[in-house]
């Protein structure tokens, strides 16, 4: 089943404990990226990767790094989390940048304390 | 920096009445994307229109994209329980980065 997939689902942490958040698709997409979800906001992307190696910052990357070792897997880290960083976040992929439909991972619920 | 406005944030229906959500941008746009998400559920995509004046239809959905690219819209006839959610316009930017960038959203939620 073609899907994204996203690790942990839920977390509570406390400030400054760094994490990581999987993600992971199956589709051999080349674009990957991450987005935040807060109420009123709609999504706002972190960072996204146009192939293995190449990532660039969205409209809010601060507090934030990622990864692009594999086409497969691009991890969400946050080395030193704050409760700012309180948020829904989303992956998500798709064949390529310019074109079609993004499809998404089923969320990572975060609560920074 | 270039924005899509989408209107309103929230709409309440009776089951069986209609249902529109707009999107206005700044600027031209080179396509746009709907999604749906429903609660507690992550975006999923329902069409990307490309065309200018561009109407497309999926069962009780018909989507316009406006003749200057600039502004779309959604819109459910005879609303239904599985309708419920959050209908998100996602617009690609002309530029080489063909960045999306999202509306708000919009609410749908169905009076008992």
């Known amino acids: 089943e073609a899907q994204v997939t996203q690790n942990p689902r839920y977390l509570i942490t406390v400030t400054g404990k760094k994490l990581t958040v999987t993600c992971s698709q199956n589709m051999n997409h080349e674009y990957m990226s991450w987005y935040r979800q807060d109420p009123g906001l709609g999504l706002r992307q972190i960072y996204y990767s146009m192939n293995v190696e190449v990532t660039d910052k969205g409209d809010v990357p601060e507090g934030y790094k990622v990864s692009r070792k594999e086409k497969r897997n691009f991890p969400l880290i946050l080395e030193s989390p704050s409760p700012n960083q309180t948020s829904l976040y989303f992956c998500?992929?798709?064949?390529?940048?310019?074109?079609?439909?993004?499809?998404f991972g089923p969320g990572t619920r975060l609560t920074v304390l | 920096g270039q924005q899509v406005m989408q209107i309103p944030q929230y709409q309440h229906v009776q089951e069986g009445e209609d249902f529109t959500t707009y999107c206005n941008s700044s600027?031209?746009?080179?396509?746009i994307q709907w999604y749906k998400q429903r609660p507690g559920g992550h975006p999923v995509f329902l069409i990307q229109?490309?065309?200018s004046g561009e109407v497309k239809k999926q069962k009780r959905l018909t989507f316009q994209f406006g003749e200057a690219k600039k502004n779309s819209s959604l819109h459910i006839t005879a609303t239904q329980t599985t309708d419920v959610g959050t209908y998100f316009c996602?617009?690609?930017?002309?530029?080489?980065?063909?960045?999306?960038?999202w509306g708000a959203g919009t609410k749908l939620i169905i009076k008992p």
């Open positions: 996602a617009g690609r930017k002309m530029d080489s980065n063909y960045q999306l960038i």
């Open positions: 229109l490309v065309k």
């Open positions: 998500a992929s798709s064949f390529h940048r310019g074109s079609g439909e993004q499809f």
């Open positions: 600027t031209t746009l080179s396509n």
